[in-house]
């Protein structure tokens, strides 16, 4: 089906809506993205984008500037939190090299996406706070917190977890709160770190750190068990004498690095389902959802940012290539539920993994041990199935 001339209306400006707005107007399609913030702003810390993810944008054209504002890494190291030393190390520089795995600010990322999708003749509009999604009529009608209202062909939902159009197409389900919360921050970085991420792991807790822009900054996200209830969302600040005592027992690099912060973010981590329905059809018109609208996800596997440039792909091939809206939204759906639901998964058995405690503790890090000394590469090779994964191939 020709996405020539299409008109679709995309909800939300970051990862998933940018990338699936220029992956569809390089197919022809006339995109409006809405996006509920006043400015696209420096926000967020850091991402690791995977050869997965990489992948994707090498196929929209964003190769070199993504090899510009990222650190290619080396490798991904488990430490035991409480002494620094290294459990395992995963060389995640020799996987696909010619896609590699990348350390990159958020920022960066949707600023070069960004680019791309104006490049495309994507529209950006500031200021569109969805309230709600109405998918009773004979197309899909959005509706703005100021009270203005449209009608489009084809909506797109790529405006996180808490999508309108989400709750239109599935109802609204509670979150499960997972008794973690996290912590991220940003500190000055040592002069030559070698760009590996580190993943210190200690009894009900773990901290996962990383270079960025070229080693001028350290990103931290350090993660704790907690039964009190926090609020869902990104925008809490906490003290930063809070972090260092949840994490004084570790190492002493890690404190160094903390002793270092200034500012720190906290967030409460809640599971969320795979959402059942991905899309709806109406009369004259067509919703979708994709990235975290569709399947949150917990940051332990590194994988949010690259399931939505996947999604994003996947949606705009699947659109291009059906005889009919309805017949690409189906393949779309069919081809992606089921490896986000794995990635997630996998994600939710790595919050309990890095978290053991006592005996279990440490025969399960003298197995990684082990194992990093027999078959260095055994462990990586468990994640083939993430990695070598090229959604632009199929």
């Not at 996962?208 to 869902?232: C, D, M």
């Not at 002793?259 to 919703?287: I, N, S, T, Y």
């Not at 705009?316 to 539920?337: E, K, M, N, P, V």
């Amino acid at each position: 089906m020709s996405m020539i001339g299409q008109r679709i209306t995309v909800l939300g400006a970051g990862v998933a809506g940018l990338a699936v707005a220029q992956a569809l107007a390089r197919r022809g399609a006339q995109v409006t993205i809405l996006e509920q913030a006043d400015a696209i702003r420096e926000v967020g810390a850091g991402l690791q984008v995977s050869p997965n993810g990489a992948t994707v944008l090498r196929a929209l054209g964003l190769g070199p500037a993504l090899e510009a504002v990222a650190l290619r890494a080396r490798a991904v190291e488990l430490r035991d939190g409480l002494d620094g030393d290294v459990v395992t190390r995963l060389e995640v520089g020799r996987l696909r090299p010619q896609q590699g795995y990348h350390f990159v600010h958020r920022a960066d990322l949707i600023a070069l996406l960004l680019a791309g999708a104006r490049e495309a003749g994507v529209e950006l509009r500031l200021l569109q706070k969805i309230d709600r999604v109405d998918l009773s009529g004979p197309q899909p009608r959005y509706v703005t917190a100021l009270g203005d209202e449209a009608e489009v062909p084809l909506l797109i939902g790529a405006d996180g977890l808490h999508s309108p159009l989400r709750q239109a197409l599935n109802g609204k389900v509670a979150p499960f709160f997972t008794r973690q919360v996290a912590w991220r921050a940003l500190v000055p970085c040592e002069p030559g770190a070698e760009p590996v991420a580190e993943v210190h792991m200690g009894p009900g807790r773990h901290l996962v750190s990383y270079p960025l822009r070229g080693g001028t900054l350290r990103n931290i996200v350090a993660v704790e068990e907690r039964n009190r209830w926090v609020e869902e969302g990104w925008s809490l600040r906490d003290d930063p004498m809070e972090l260092r005592l949840a994490f004084e027992g570790f190492s002493p690099r890690v404190r160094g690095w903390l002793d270092q912060v200034e500012d720190v973010w906290l967030w409460g981590l809640f599971r969320h389902p795979v959402a059942k329905r991905w899309f709806g059809m109406q009369p004259e018109g067509a919703a979708v959802i994709l990235g975290d609208a569709a399947h949150p996800t917990l940051p332990f596997l590194a994988q949010g940012a690259n399931m939505a440039l996947e999604d994003a792909w996947v949606l705009a091939a699947a659109l291009a290539g059906a005889d009919t809206i309805a017949a690409g939204l189906a393949a779309y759906q069919a081809l992606r539920a089921p490896r986000t639901a794995r990635i997630v998964e996998a994600a939710n058995r790595n919050a309990r993994a890095y978290h053991l405690r006592g005996p279990v503790r440490s025969v399960a890090h003298l197995g990684l041990r082990l194992g990093g000394w027999m078959a260095p590469e055994l462990a990586l090779r468990r994640f083939d199935w993430i990695y070598h994964h090229d959604v632009t191939a199929d």
